[in-house]
């Protein structure tokens, strides 16, 4: 099974145990977690199984790739990775590399380091990829941290083609402020390192004189929606339209679960077919790194559900993060249209049911796993034969 995208870590051999706690929070940033069930819901192929993450230390390893994907170079730069001759070299066969490939955008990287006269020795194409330095992205403890959540971002930029990726902090403001406040003032210390990271918050973003309810819809159907879910979330209307029209746009959502006490109503929103983290009293941290990686997940599925339908002989195709609530399906009949979902070891009969009623409906729209897609599903799918069973 080939990669879909590639992490390579760069450093100086001599700077193993230097940049250990480095190396490992980048690792963690891109593996592949079965043992967390509420962020993987995939029965089989998880997409974070098909990244590829390698550590080069050595001038021969740099430039070595096993596959023709997107690739993300992190470069952990140190007087002994500038003195080495060796090194140096490669560095400017990467520089070079990443010139001529500026216009096909499937290669980036990042360079770190704690010396400003190391960062001046690499070759200008990397300079300009750097993130600041040590001091500039707060105590020692937090840069590995910080490193990561950049890395997460780069990979996503990598993928998407598109630029700026938004948070949207969907909360209620009675008791959800505080909390929101904080995750927005975390994301603002890291877009000072990372510039094509944002959040939306409508308090600040929303023009004046604007109409309210448009800018929120628009946010919402455009952003990765990090729903703050607080005991006054569900009763406020604009919080439900918000985590509605995320749903009805296909863009990935986290749910963030800052209850308290015991919940006396059933909820109206599908909590359940989203990943959750459970936070309390704060890790904003966690917050970001899961939600960036839900971002990450569903541009991963696309990648490997274009991979085996050409182009142009690709019916539309619309792929999802998780299985959509019912009520899409039912709002969606006459969409002329194949909706490609993951194999979920929690929601095989919700996928087999909604399946069965879209076929027996006679509908316009077809339901597929991502699975029986990449098991040469499109030939089936092409020829009008029913795919995508569990």
């Not at 800018?215 to 455009?222: D, I």
Request: net charge negative; proline share 5%.
């Amino acid at each position: 099974m080939n990669s879909l995208l590639e992490v390579v870590v760069i450093h100086h051999p001599e700077d193993q145990q230097f940049f250990a706690a480095y190396t490992a929070a980048v690792k963690r940033a891109f593996e592949y977690a079965p043992a967390d069930p509420e962020l993987s819901q995939f029965k089989i192929n998880d997409p974070f199984e098909r990244i590829r993450f390698t550590v080069a230390t050595t001038s021969q390893e740099i430039l070595q790739r096993t596959d023709e994907v997107p690739v993300l170079f992190i470069v952990l730069v140190t007087e002994n990775l500038v003195k080495s001759a060796e090194h140096v070299e490669s560095l400017n066969d990467l520089a070079e590399l990443i010139a001529e490939d500026s216009e096909n955008g499937r290669i980036n990287a990042l360079c770190y380091s704690d010396s400003g006269k190391a960062m001046e020795t690499l070759p200008q194409k990397l300079r300009s990829l750097q993130v600041r330095l040590s001091a500039h992205l707060g105590e020692s403890a937090l840069v590995p941290h910080v490193l990561m959540l950049i890395a997460l971002n780069r990979a996503c930029k990598l993928l998407s083609n598109q630029g700026k990726l938004t948070l949207f902090l969907s909360h209620a403001k009675s008791d959800g402020l505080f909390l929101a406040r904080a995750i927005k003032s975390y994301i603002d210390d890291i877009k000072s390192n990372e510039q094509d990271l944002s959040s939306w918050y409508d308090a600040i973003d929303i023009p004046s004189g604007s109409q309210w309810k448009k800018e929120l819809q628009k946010a919402a159907a455009t952003s990765v929606l990090i729903a703050i879910r607080t005991n006054a979330y569900d009763l406020r209307q604009a919080c439900r339209e918000e985590f509605e029209t995320a749903v009805d746009s296909c863009v990935p959502i986290l749910v963030v679960d800052a209850t308290q006490g015991t919940l006396t109503a059933a909820s109206p929103l599908p909590y359940s077919a989203m990943p959750t983290v459970r936070v309390v009293d704060g890790n904003t941290h966690r917050i970001l790194v899961s939600a960036l990686r839900e971002h990450l997940r569903l541009l991963l599925m696309k990648h490997a559900a274009f991979e085996r339908v050409p182009l142009d002989q690709r019916p539309k195709l619309r792929v999802w993060p998780r299985l959509p609530p019912d009520n899409l399906f039912y709002a969606s009949v006459n969409n002329n249209e194949y909706w490609v979902v993951p194999q979920s070891s929690t929601r095989d009969r919700e996928f087999i049911a909604a399946r069965d009623w879209l076929e027996k409906s006679k509908a316009n729209l077809k339901l597929i796993t991502l699975e029986a897609l990449s098991n040469g599903g499109f030939a089936q799918l092409n020829s009008g034969t029913t795919v995508g069973t569990v």
